[in-house]
């Protein structure tokens, strides 16, 4: 078996080779991390003046804080950065122990703990009143708010955190995982990659994608943002009236969805794709044994395209002729449609 550093560079190579339709699909998954990660970052520093998942931020909100020594918000602040850490360690510890067996870290713990960290972020809220607006004895009052929206009253949003540091693992830890929570890194890819397709002449599509999927990661994070602002206008004015409000929760419903999905469509595709690679070097070796007349239907053909079907299913078929028109050109057949033609 292979060490795993090159089993990784052994995926991001087959994550790579993927047809651009599976690709499309990726994209649009992480383009969906993007858009969540925005609207949740939003939504927390508009009730906190710090970020969910921007770390460099929220080291420079902890850096001024100690400069002042602000005691409650210097500690609810570490607090967020330490348990974006401590999530991320526990994750990457268990990767490692199973490293074989990625989905099994992902479903057993991963996707549970994503979830019961928005539930608890939620609970905690409403235990505490955080963020509300009344007093003891019932009545609204603007100072009241302001006092329980600082300070200890924020420590509701620790798991939010936990749960940052456990997906941002996930994706960077995964083949095709690339951070999708902060953008300064893809603004810059696509200028670039438009900058060596006109001077060094370079016509790879691969290389443009690359940039086109961050500009679609930068500019849905963005949307997210714009959404975000405009929720936290209603979710101000669900805890300043002291209601139940499972934002956090949904979102990390949201999370783990998304997760699941990256995951499940990656490695299904992936298979697919060695699968069909496989198939496709050994019927070159049958093809170059049993090389057939040039002009004579080619038994060899019907035989491995139905295996090839069953392997990788009906889903692929597209690929499946694809390949089989490839292979067919030796023996002088060619596929059209899934019906072998002689030339």
């Not at 509300?132 to 708010?145: I, P, W």
């Not at 101000?236 to 009236?241: A, L």
């Not at 070097?281 to 093809?287: A, G, I, L, P």
């Amino acid at each position: 078996m292979l060490p795993t550093h090159q089993q990784q560079s052994a995926r991001k190579t087959l994550v790579a080779a993927l047809p651009s339709q599976e690709k499309s699909v990726l994209c649009a998954i992480k383009c969906g991390f993007a858009f969540s990660w925005g609207l949740a970052n939003a939504i927390v520093y508009l009730l906190t003046s710090r970020f969910s998942t921007l770390m460099t931020g929220n080291v420079l909100v902890l850096a001024i804080e100690t400069r002042h020594w602000a005691g409650e918000d210097l500690r609810f602040t570490a607090s967020l950065i330490t348990l974006y850490v401590l999530g991320g360690a526990v994750y990457d510890a268990l990767s490692i122990k199973f490293e074989h067996d990625g989905g099994r870290v992902l479903r057993v713990f991963a996707l549970p703990t994503i979830v019961l960290m928005g539930v608890i972020a939620d609970v905690m809220q409403f235990a505490m009143g955080s963020c509300s607006s009344m007093s003891s004895s019932g009545s609204d009052t603007g100072e009241e708010y302001e006092e329980k929206c600082s300070g200890k009253y924020l420590s509701f949003l620790a798991p939010i955190g936990f749960l940052t540091g456990i997906v941002t693992s996930y994706l960077s830890a995964h083949p095709d995982g690339i951070i999708v929570n902060m953008v300064t890194g893809h603004m810059k890819v696509l200028p670039k990659s438009l900058l060596v397709r006109i001077i060094e002449g370079n016509k790879s599509s691969s290389n443009l994608r690359k940039g086109f999927t961050s500009a679609g990661v930068t500019t849905t994070f963005f949307l997210g943002c714009v959404a975000g602002s405009f929720l936290f206008e209603f979710v101000r004015t669900s805890y300043s009236k002291g209601y139940f409000t499972p934002i956090f929760t949904i979102f990390s419903l949201i999370m783990a969805t998304l997760c699941f999905l990256h995951y499940t469509f990656c490695d299904q595709f992936c298979f697919n794709y060695e699968v069909e690679q496989n198939m496709m070097e050994e019927m070159r070796k049958n093809m170059m044994i049993n090389r057939n007349p040039r002009g004579r239907k080619s038994n060899i053909v019907d035989e491995y395209r139905k295996s090839l079907l069953a392997a990788i299913g009906e889903v692929n078929e597209r690929n499946s002729i694809r390949v089989l028109s490839e292979l067919s050109e030796p023996t002088g057949v060619k596929v059209k449609g899934g019906e072998e033609q002689p030339e």
